[in-house]
């Protein structure tokens, strides 16, 4: 998918909302960042959209009183207002200085395919560190040097691997792998509110196109065995199939299990078994 400066995000409700604020201020600027761009740049849906403005929080919150969104819950601190509206949607409203915006992108997004910004009013996309040749070649890298982005916060490991997940053709930049590799051990020992990033961050990945993209990389780098170790386990374990007799209405054949050996079984076939002969009896009327 080919951006351009003319190019512009298809209106959805996030963005709607977004203008609507943007309109109701007509003389601050409201940037969008992070992985709502990122989705809608992938045809995903996104249900959480995140601003940037230059106008004052308290003039935000004044505007989202005025009922201009549809808010269930308002949480406002210095320098920020959240709300999820009626149509659960996530809307994180921040202050912050025009000439900062793309450094503090770089900051949120953790990674360079979550770094470019959309500025509501003009429609013109921003890109910064390289973020558009990353999101191309659909490679995921670290905004800043990988080795001090995972020392810093260790849950954003599961995070890269967990953006496998939103496309077929995502890839681990090789240096980002590696250091997935030596750094995993650092999840043994996390706290609470990490273990918390952990939750939501495996709930994500559930929500992407290809979840099972972002859990054999989790297993591949040594992830999986840490923060989900029975899990880990199960792989390319076989289940026993001596706990399931399968009926095949379409061919009308029996499979069942018979000395851990894989037998087939007919309807005319006289079987010893009394148990199993009055499962292919009760099947047979169906």
């Excluded at 013109?124 to 982005?149: C, H, M, Q, R």
């Excluded at 706290?191 to 994500?204: A, F, P």
Aim: charged fraction near 25%.
């Amino acid at each position: 998918m080919a951006l351009k400066q003319h190019t512009r995000l298809t209106n959805d409700q996030p963005l709607i909302y977004a203008k609507a604020l943007a309109k109701k201020l007509p003389n601050y600027r409201f940037i969008i960042y992070g992985e709502y761009i990122r989705d809608k740049l992938l045809q995903l849906k996104p249900r959480k959209i995140d601003i940037f403005t230059s106008a004052p929080i308290d003039l935000i919150h004044v505007i989202l009183e005025q009922n201009i969104i549809p808010s269930k819950h308002l949480l406002i601190s210095r320098n920020s207002v959240a709300t999820t509206t009626k149509d659960e949607i996530g809307l994180v409203v921040e202050h912050c200085p025009l000439k900062l915006m793309k450094r503090r992108a770089n900051t949120y997004g953790v990674f360079t395919i979550n770094t470019i910004l959309y500025d509501v009013r003009s429609n013109n996309f921003i890109y910064s560190l390289g973020s558009l040749t990353d999101f191309y070649n659909k490679i995921i890298k670290t905004s800043n040097v990988p080795e001090d982005t995972f020392k810093d916060k260790p849950t954003t490991m599961i995070d890269a691997c967990g953006l496998l997940a939103t496309h077929c053709d995502m890839i681990l930049g090789e240096t980002t792998q590696a250091e997935l590799e030596k750094k995993n051990y650092m999840l043994e020992t996390v706290d609470r509110m990490q273990l918390l990033h952990i939750k939501m961050s495996l709930l994500k990945i559930m929500e992407y196109q290809i979840p099972s993209r972002a859990f054999r990389k989790l297993y591949e780098v040594g992830i999986l065995k840490i923060i989900l170790p029975e899990l880990a386990a199960t792989v390319n374990v076989i289940q026993n199939r001596h706990h399931n007799i399968y009926y095949c209405k379409d061919c009308n054949e029996f499979f069942t299990l018979n000395d851990q050996s894989y037998q087939r079984w007919d309807t005319n076939t006289i079987i010893n078994d009394q148990y199993t002969t009055q499962i292919l009896h009760t099947y047979s009327k169906e």
